[in-house]
Protein backbone atom coordinates (compact mmCIF):
# COMPACT_ATOMS: atom_id res chain seq x y z
CA UNK A 1 0.00 0.00 0.00
CA UNK A 2 1.07 3.58 -0.49
CA UNK A 3 2.82 5.19 2.11
CA UNK A 4 0.58 8.34 2.25
CA UNK A 5 -3.42 8.01 1.70
CA UNK A 6 -5.69 9.95 -0.88
CA UNK A 7 -9.44 8.75 -2.08
CA UNK A 8 -9.22 6.87 -5.13
CA UNK A 9 -11.41 9.51 -6.94
CA UNK A 10 -13.12 12.97 -6.52
CA UNK A 11 -15.38 15.18 -9.13
CA UNK A 12 -16.85 18.38 -9.50
CA UNK A 13 -18.70 20.44 -12.24
CA UNK A 14 -17.12 22.76 -14.19
CA UNK A 15 -16.14 26.36 -12.18
CA UNK A 16 -16.68 24.28 -8.70
CA UNK A 17 -14.32 24.10 -5.94
CA UNK A 18 -12.74 20.74 -4.84
CA UNK A 19 -10.69 19.57 -2.70
CA UNK A 20 -8.53 16.12 -2.24
CA UNK A 21 -6.89 15.36 1.30
CA UNK A 22 -3.58 13.81 1.78
CA UNK A 23 -3.04 11.89 5.08
CA UNK A 24 0.39 10.71 6.25
CA UNK A 25 2.10 10.08 9.34
CA UNK A 26 5.35 12.30 11.67
CA UNK A 27 7.93 10.49 9.52
CA UNK A 28 6.53 12.30 6.71
CA UNK A 29 4.11 15.01 6.42
CA UNK A 30 4.34 15.87 10.19
CA UNK A 31 8.04 16.46 9.24
CA UNK A 32 8.70 17.56 5.60
CA UNK A 33 6.83 19.55 3.45
CA UNK A 34 4.44 18.56 1.21
CA UNK A 35 4.43 18.46 -3.02
CA UNK A 36 1.97 17.79 -5.41
CA UNK A 37 2.11 16.75 -8.88
CA UNK A 38 -0.34 15.88 -11.75
CA UNK A 39 -0.27 13.62 -13.92
CA UNK A 40 -2.96 13.53 -17.80
CA UNK A 41 -3.36 10.56 -19.18
CA UNK A 42 -0.15 9.06 -20.89
CA UNK A 43 1.76 11.60 -19.68
CA UNK A 44 4.11 11.97 -16.72
CA UNK A 45 3.67 13.63 -13.47
CA UNK A 46 4.26 17.65 -13.76
CA UNK A 47 4.91 19.60 -10.53
CA UNK A 48 1.81 21.28 -9.17
CA UNK A 49 2.55 22.89 -6.00
CA UNK A 50 6.06 22.38 -3.47
CA UNK A 51 6.63 23.13 0.05
CA UNK A 52 3.16 22.84 0.84
CA UNK A 53 1.74 25.49 -0.92
CA UNK A 54 3.92 27.10 -3.22
CA UNK A 55 3.38 26.86 -7.37
CA UNK A 56 5.97 26.39 -9.91
CA UNK A 57 5.88 29.28 -12.66
CA UNK A 58 3.13 28.25 -15.02
CA UNK A 59 0.69 26.78 -12.64
CA UNK A 60 -2.36 29.00 -12.31
CA UNK A 61 -3.99 30.43 -8.90
CA UNK A 62 -6.84 27.82 -9.08
CA UNK A 63 -4.33 25.84 -7.34
CA UNK A 64 -3.66 25.86 -3.74
CA UNK A 65 -2.14 23.78 -0.66
CA UNK A 66 -2.50 23.49 2.36
CA UNK A 67 -1.21 21.84 5.33
CA UNK A 68 -1.68 20.57 9.16
CA UNK A 69 0.34 18.32 11.25
CA UNK A 70 0.30 15.12 9.38
CA UNK A 71 -2.16 16.25 7.05
CA UNK A 72 -2.56 17.96 3.33
CA UNK A 73 -4.78 19.14 1.09
CA UNK A 74 -4.81 20.21 -2.39
CA UNK A 75 -7.91 22.84 -3.73
CA UNK A 76 -8.86 23.40 -7.25
CA UNK A 77 -11.15 26.48 -7.61
CA UNK A 78 -12.62 26.92 -10.73
CA UNK A 79 -12.54 23.83 -12.02
CA UNK A 80 -12.08 23.23 -15.85
CA UNK A 81 -12.42 20.07 -18.46
CA UNK A 82 -8.69 20.45 -18.15
CA UNK A 83 -8.24 19.46 -15.00
CA UNK A 84 -9.47 16.04 -15.57
CA UNK A 85 -6.62 13.94 -14.42
CA UNK A 86 -4.69 12.07 -11.53
CA UNK A 87 -3.18 13.78 -8.80
CA UNK A 88 -0.52 12.85 -6.39
CA UNK A 89 0.75 14.16 -3.09
CA UNK A 90 3.96 13.18 -2.03
CA UNK A 91 6.58 13.92 0.89
CA UNK A 92 9.95 13.15 2.19
CA UNK A 93 9.78 9.98 4.60
CA UNK A 94 12.78 10.01 6.91
CA UNK A 95 11.70 5.95 7.73
CA UNK A 96 12.32 5.33 4.15
CA UNK A 97 15.21 7.78 3.39
CA UNK A 98 13.29 8.64 0.31
CA UNK A 99 9.72 10.62 -0.88
CA UNK A 100 6.61 8.58 0.06
CA UNK A 101 3.98 9.17 -2.22
CA UNK A 102 -0.26 8.82 -2.06
CA UNK A 103 -1.81 6.52 -4.24
CA UNK A 104 -3.43 8.95 -6.48
CA UNK A 105 -7.15 10.68 -6.73
CA UNK A 106 -8.45 10.02 -9.83
CA UNK A 107 -10.06 13.87 -10.67
CA UNK A 108 -13.19 13.74 -13.03
CA UNK A 109 -15.06 16.81 -14.19
CA UNK A 110 -18.20 16.08 -14.94
CA UNK B 1 14.99 23.63 -21.07
CA UNK B 2 15.08 20.59 -18.60
CA UNK B 3 15.31 17.38 -20.11
CA UNK B 4 15.32 13.86 -18.93
CA UNK B 5 15.49 10.70 -21.56
CA UNK B 6 14.88 7.67 -20.37
CA UNK B 7 16.00 4.78 -22.25
CA UNK B 8 16.82 0.59 -21.94
CA UNK B 9 13.63 -0.17 -21.18
CA UNK B 10 11.91 -3.55 -23.31
CA UNK B 11 10.82 -7.03 -22.15
CA UNK B 12 12.68 -9.63 -20.05
CA UNK B 13 12.23 -12.47 -18.61
CA UNK B 14 11.81 -13.40 -15.16
CA UNK B 15 15.54 -13.49 -13.37
CA UNK B 16 17.11 -11.93 -16.04
CA UNK B 17 18.97 -8.17 -15.69
CA UNK B 18 18.40 -4.42 -17.07
CA UNK B 19 19.98 -1.42 -17.22
CA UNK B 20 17.95 1.79 -17.97
CA UNK B 21 19.34 5.00 -18.78
CA UNK B 22 18.18 8.37 -18.10
CA UNK B 23 19.99 11.52 -20.32
CA UNK B 24 19.93 14.93 -18.75
CA UNK B 25 20.66 18.40 -20.46
CA UNK B 26 19.33 22.13 -19.60
CA UNK B 27 20.74 22.02 -16.19
CA UNK B 28 24.12 21.16 -13.78
CA UNK B 29 23.38 17.70 -13.53
CA UNK B 30 26.64 17.11 -11.37
CA UNK B 31 25.06 19.78 -8.39
CA UNK B 32 21.78 17.73 -8.29
CA UNK B 33 20.42 14.50 -6.90
CA UNK B 34 18.51 12.60 -8.85
CA UNK B 35 15.33 10.02 -8.33
CA UNK B 36 14.01 7.23 -10.13
CA UNK B 37 10.38 6.40 -9.92
CA UNK B 38 7.68 3.74 -11.09
CA UNK B 39 4.20 3.23 -11.83
CA UNK B 40 3.02 -0.31 -12.71
CA UNK B 41 0.05 -0.44 -14.97
CA UNK B 42 -3.10 1.35 -13.64
CA UNK B 43 -1.28 1.91 -10.87
CA UNK B 44 0.08 5.12 -8.80
CA UNK B 45 3.67 6.12 -8.25
CA UNK B 46 6.11 4.24 -6.11
CA UNK B 47 9.68 5.63 -5.17
CA UNK B 48 12.40 3.21 -6.52
CA UNK B 49 16.20 4.58 -5.69
CA UNK B 50 17.99 7.87 -4.91
CA UNK B 51 21.27 9.23 -5.30
CA UNK B 52 23.52 12.52 -4.30
CA UNK B 53 24.55 14.73 -6.42
CA UNK B 54 27.98 13.49 -5.90
CA UNK B 55 26.87 9.48 -5.91
CA UNK B 56 28.06 9.46 -2.01
CA UNK B 57 24.58 8.37 -0.47
CA UNK B 58 22.23 6.17 -2.09
CA UNK B 59 18.93 4.62 -0.35
CA UNK B 60 16.33 2.39 -2.05
CA UNK B 61 13.03 1.51 -1.98
CA UNK B 62 12.09 -2.37 0.37
CA UNK B 63 10.98 -3.92 -2.63
CA UNK B 64 13.87 -3.54 -4.92
CA UNK B 65 16.88 -3.31 -2.39
CA UNK B 66 19.01 -6.11 -2.96
CA UNK B 67 18.58 -6.29 -6.63
CA UNK B 68 18.86 -2.93 -8.26
CA UNK B 69 21.64 -0.54 -7.97
CA UNK B 70 21.03 3.11 -8.54
CA UNK B 71 24.41 5.04 -10.26
CA UNK B 72 25.15 8.23 -12.09
CA UNK B 73 28.40 9.49 -14.30
CA UNK B 74 28.69 13.22 -13.91
CA UNK B 75 31.26 13.70 -16.75
CA UNK B 76 27.94 11.72 -18.90
CA UNK B 77 24.79 13.82 -17.22
CA UNK B 78 23.61 10.24 -16.87
CA UNK B 79 21.50 8.51 -14.82
CA UNK B 80 21.54 4.77 -14.58
CA UNK B 81 19.52 2.01 -13.04
CA UNK B 82 20.95 -1.76 -13.28
CA UNK B 83 18.06 -4.49 -12.60
CA UNK B 84 18.93 -7.60 -11.36
CA UNK B 85 17.14 -10.50 -10.76
CA UNK B 86 13.46 -9.09 -12.06
CA UNK B 87 10.00 -10.18 -10.76
CA UNK B 88 6.58 -9.88 -12.68
CA UNK B 89 5.67 -7.21 -10.19
CA UNK B 90 9.15 -4.85 -11.63
CA UNK B 91 6.97 -4.59 -14.76
CA UNK B 92 6.19 -0.84 -15.05
CA UNK B 93 7.31 2.81 -16.23
CA UNK B 94 10.30 4.20 -15.03
CA UNK B 95 10.83 7.45 -14.98
CA UNK B 96 13.98 9.32 -13.65
CA UNK B 97 13.06 12.66 -11.69
CA UNK B 98 15.20 15.51 -10.56
CA UNK B 99 15.47 16.41 -7.01
CA UNK B 100 14.31 19.76 -6.89
CA UNK B 101 17.12 21.73 -5.26
CA UNK B 102 19.96 21.20 -2.92
CA UNK B 103 18.41 19.61 0.24
CA UNK B 104 18.86 15.92 0.40
CA UNK B 105 15.01 15.47 1.52
CA UNK B 106 13.85 17.06 -1.99
CA UNK B 107 10.96 15.24 -3.67
CA UNK B 108 11.66 15.63 -7.75
CA UNK B 109 10.62 18.63 -9.64
CA UNK B 110 11.09 17.55 -12.75
CA UNK B 111 10.41 14.15 -14.27
CA UNK B 112 11.00 12.54 -18.01
CA UNK B 113 8.97 10.85 -20.26
CA UNK B 114 9.77 6.91 -18.34
CA UNK B 115 11.00 3.83 -20.09
CA UNK B 116 8.47 1.10 -20.21
CA UNK B 117 9.87 -2.21 -18.60
CA UNK B 118 8.14 -5.22 -18.99
CA UNK B 119 8.63 -9.00 -17.15
CA UNK B 120 6.50 -11.38 -18.04
CA UNK B 121 4.88 -13.83 -16.28
Known amino acids: QSVLTQPPSASGTPGQRVTISCSGSSSNIGSNTVNWYQQLPGTAPKLLLYSNNQRPSGVPDRFSGSKSGTSASLAISGLQSEDEADYYC???????????FGGGTKLTVL | QVQLVESGGGVVQPGRSLRLSCAAS????????MHWVRQAPGKGLEWVAVISYGGGNIYYGDSVKGRFTISRDNSKNTLYLQMNSLRVEDTAVYYC??????????????WGQGTLVIVPS
Open chain 1, 90 to 100: AAWDDSLNGPG
Open chain 2, 26 to 33: GFDFSTYG
Open chain 2, 97 to 110: AKKMGGDWTACPDF
